[in-house]
């Protein structure tokens, strides 16, 4: 398997505009996971998914960001609008029950 | 309060000693719990994961859980330069919560 793969891997944006990222979870995992690492707050859960059914999102900053999984394979998290506070580095993971996360390589947001 | 805490660090041990990394959580229904190391620029890897109370070893690594204090910690033995990255504790049950991380940097 290829892993959490997401994309893009890098994204500048000005502000104001509408960032969708994307990420294939590993075959077979059950839970999706989107967090968004700064180096002031660390790794922070923003939502994550059981079946493809959002479980928690309550550490979704504001209603400018959503997230969706239409199916086991695809899910995204979209920001709209973009404001420069937004930049970060976004990670999906995807797990077992076991919560045995596997993260994707990150996509690199900036918003200017 | 935030639900898992670590030092920050930095911390940096010489080559070939034993680099020594704590946490602590709050959820006392935290049922499983994570340490994952990440390099700059990259993400994070799981490198051990415990459940019950004592001690796990896989080669290096030993990870130690004791529910009753909601402490958790990681031994590297003999580190290696290798090993200096940020490590990440994870704690897991109806909530998923990670930690800040600590630095580390092992000094050939």
């Known amino acids: 398997d290829a892993g959490v793969i997401q994309s893009p891997r890098h994204e500048v944006t000005e502000m104001g505009q509408e960032v969708t990222l994307r990420c294939k979870p590993i075959?077979?995992?059950?839970?999706l996971f989107w967090y968004r690492q700064t180096m002031m707050r660390g790794l922070e859960l923003l939502i994550y998914?059981?079946?493809?059914?959002?479980?928690?999102d309550s550490g979704m900053p504001e209603d400018r960001f959503s997230a969706k999984m239409p199916n086991a394979s695809f899910s995204t998290l979209k920001i709209q609008p973009s404001e420069p506070r937004d930049s970060a580095v976004y990670f999906c993971?995807?797990?077992?029950?076991?919560?045995?996360?596997?993260f994707g390589q990150g996509t690199r947001l900036t918003v200017v | 309060q935030k639900e898992v805490e670590q030092n920050s660090g930095p911390l940096s041990v010489p080559e070939g000693a034993i680099a020594s990394l704590n946490c602590t959580y709050s959820?006392?229904?935290?049922?499983?719990f994570f340490w994952y190391r990440q390099y700059s620029g990259k993400s994070p890897e799981l490198i051990m994961f415990?459940?019950?109370?004592g001690d796990k070893e896989d080669g290096r690594f030993t990870a130690q859980l004791n529910k009753a204090s909601q402490y958790v910690s990681l031994l590297i033995r003999d580190s290696q330069p290798s090993d200096s990255a940020t490590y990440l504790c994870?704690?897991?049950?109806?909530?998923?919560?990670f930690g800040t991380g600590t630095s580390l940097t092992v000094i050939p």
């Open positions: 075959s077979g995992h059950d839970y």
């Open positions: 959820d006392r229904g935290s049922q499983s």
């Open positions: 994870a704690a897991g049950g109806n909530q998923f919560y």
């Open positions: 415990i459940y019950s109370n």
């Open positions: 993971a995807s797990s077992l029950y076991d919560q045995k996360a596997f």
């Open positions: 998914f059981n079946n493809n059914v959002p479980i928690d």
